[in-house]
């Protein structure tokens, strides 16, 4: 028989989804989510099956025969978490087990190698949750560009700052009119929560984005990680908001307009001159504006009313 | 079982499928399908059999389609796919990670020109092309031969003592388009051939492992090591599952070689596939003619079945080996392999190179007898000999 599985080095419990002593950088946004995330399950009586492309999370296991994974987690290739995790999902339903197939998956891997592969598994409704955690970086790699890495930001292969906006990853999945797609930050934990068990009561493909906080790539204070993704919903810079098989909108959190470059000071890939200011601001607005149209518009109506 | 006249893809569906069905007591069966000409024929069959307990997955690529086969396998499933030519390349990534991940996943491959230029016709090189990965590889010749060493392939690959995924391979159209008559067995037969998949190292919940994370280096290699003594069990394993699929069907699935006249043979010709049906003819009408010649098929290619070639080729003076594949700069992978084989233990033996039929050139009976002019006549080896389409 192979001997090819890591074994976690302390016994552990479901609540357990990240096990102390993780190879993250400090401040990673990562090891919050994951925590989130374990504790969340826990709480819902239930728990999960891992799918990782290659990416920072998966670095996170640690080096064998070791695993900081509590539960059963298996590394993919870069393009296909979602097709892996639609194949586990499936021989699970056809058995009637519980427990969630989730792909903790980074934005290079799901915004650039892997959309074709979400993209069909989304298609196809995979009874699978998709978390993309957003560092707006490849950061395994050593920091190079994605495409959600924002304008402005500095990348060993954007020296001069990137140029292009940021892909509107969550317009794209809520196109293919999945149960639910939600936005995700680690400074509103009480929001992520309850995103986390709308998510865990419904079945189908479900896609959550988390703003991932990333002190090497972001060139940021890890003490800041938490305040930096605060700023970002309340400067309006991402946006926390939840979509019903891309029919049904709802706003969870109003930005307060903060002035941006709180955000963008404290962080070394951005350099004064290479953000525009107003195009950023206007772009902001733009952008909430459109998501409050969808959500008067075609709003989420609660059982309740 | 029945007996019907069907083509080679409609064998290799039916086998996939009824192998699929056959797991059905246990965790059930799944693959991911995409369709390239000329083996797609084979993925609609999969999709439109009506398993009890199964998912075909009908995804938008092969990338994948053998990751939801991966994904399906490590969650206990029996899971299998076919693919071809392209198919087979943009494939590569994921192919090479079920090997690794040891899971016992049966591709049929149908042998296509890798493009470009655009060529459908048969051509080894795309299945070839993955000859260093941990993948047992099959190359049948005819209809029953394909739908044999499918059901075969998933009784050894899944043996605990193997665990390395299997593909069976056929030639583009002249097999997969072919229809003969083919004996199907029924499920009830298979299931007593193939038992229901346990898979060591499968994902659970009781017990959660993390699978692929970082190994450093002196463990990671001692699980390459670990794929070779696997690969080295082929051979025994083999064995048994052919016994066992002679009892259970009445019928001989074949070998990793199969011989004709070697017991006496001078001249030994060597090849694969549907250009070995063309040459039995001919050894046979020699043999009848009392020449000392003999044909190999070589039929199981990896692990390539070194032992049993020098065996067979024991009273040769000269062999000359048909590849219908091209690794560039060298010549015909069989021909390497066969080199390699007979290298320190024959090194008085003449083995000479012939590529032939290449991007699905017809290999005709006057071409066979060329090549067997040409070594009988020849004293020394040259550098692989290019055998013009006619
Ligand atoms: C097919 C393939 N191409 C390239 C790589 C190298 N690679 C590994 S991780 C990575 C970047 C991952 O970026 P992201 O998905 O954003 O995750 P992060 O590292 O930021 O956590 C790259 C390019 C790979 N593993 N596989
Ligand atoms: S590079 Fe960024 S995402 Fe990766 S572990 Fe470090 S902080 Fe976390
Ligand atoms: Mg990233």
Known sequence: MPTLEG?????????????????????????????????????????CTLAIPACCGIVTAGAFPTTSYGVPTVATTFASAAAVAAGIATIRDLNEERGQVICWAGDGGTYDIGIATLSAAAERNENIIYICYDNEIYGNTGGQRSSATPPGARTTTTPGGKSEDKKDIMAIMAAHQIPYAATLSIAHPEDFARKLRTAFSISGTRFLLMHSPCPTGWKSEPADSVELVRLAVASGLFSLYEVWNGRAWRINVEPDWTDPMEYFKRQRRFRDGEIDLQATERASRDRFQRLEVLAREFPYKTKEG | ???????????????????????????????????????????????????????????????????????????????????????????????????????????????????????????????????????????????????????????????????????????????????????????????????????????????????????????????????????????????????????????????????????????????SSSIATTVREIVKQRRRAGEKIGLVKIKMFRPFPEQALREACRTARKVAILDRNYAAGVGGVFWQETKAAFQGHRDDLLVQNYLTGLCGGDVTPAMVEEIIADVIARSAETKPVWMATQ
């Not at chain 2, 941990?134 to 075969?152: G, H």
Request: include cysteine; hydrophobic fraction near 45%.
């Open chain 1, 7 to 47: 074994v976690p080095p302390i016994p552990c419990t479901e609540e357990c989804l990240l096990r102390p002593g993780n190879t993250n950088c400090g401040g990673c946004g990562m090891g919050v989510g994951l925590t989130m995330l374990g504790r969340a399950l826990a709480e819902a009586g239930d728990t």
């Open chain 2, 1 to 271: 079982m029945s007996i019907e006249v069907v083509s080679g893809n409609h064998a290799a569906g039916y086998a996939l499928s009824v192998a699929g069905e056959a797991n059905r007591g246990a965790r059930g069966a799944s693959c991911g399908i995409y369709p390239i000409t000329p083996q797609t024929e084979i993925v609609e069959y999969v999709a439109s059999f009506p398993f009890h307990k199964s998912r075909v997955v009908p995804v938008e690529s092969e990338h994948s389609a053998m990751a939801v086969s991966i994904g399906a396998s490590l969650a206990g499933a029996r899971a299998f796919t076919a693919s071809s030519s392209n198919g087979i390349a943009y494939m590569v990534e994921n192919i090479m990670v079920a090997g690794y991940y040891r899971l016992p996943i049966v591709m049929v491959a149908v042998n296509r020109t890798l493009g470009p230029p655009w060529n459908i016709w048969a051509d080894q090189g795309d299945t070839l092309m993955l000859r260093d990965f941990p993948w047992i590889q099959f190359y049948c010749e005819s209809n029953q031969e394909v739908l044999d060493t499918t059901l075969l392939a998933f009784r050894l690959a899944e043996d605990h003592r193997i665990l390395l995924p299997a593909l069976v391979a056929m030639d583009a159209f002249i097999v997969s388009h072919t229809q003969a008559e083919t004996v199907l067995p029924d499920q009830p037969t298979v299931d007593r051939y193939l038992p229901e998949l346990d898979l060591p190292h499968r994902l659970r919940h009781e017990d959660p492992k993390t699978l692929g994370g970082l190994v450093w280096p002196e463990v990671a290699m001692s699980l390459r090591q670990e794929i070779d003594e696997a690969m080295g069990r082929v051979d025994e394993v083999l064995a048994e599952c052919r016994t066992a699929f002679v009892d259970v069907f009445d019928r001989d699935p074949g070998g990793a070689v199969e011989t004709l006249g070697t017991e006496d043979a001078e001249i030994v010709i060597i090849a």
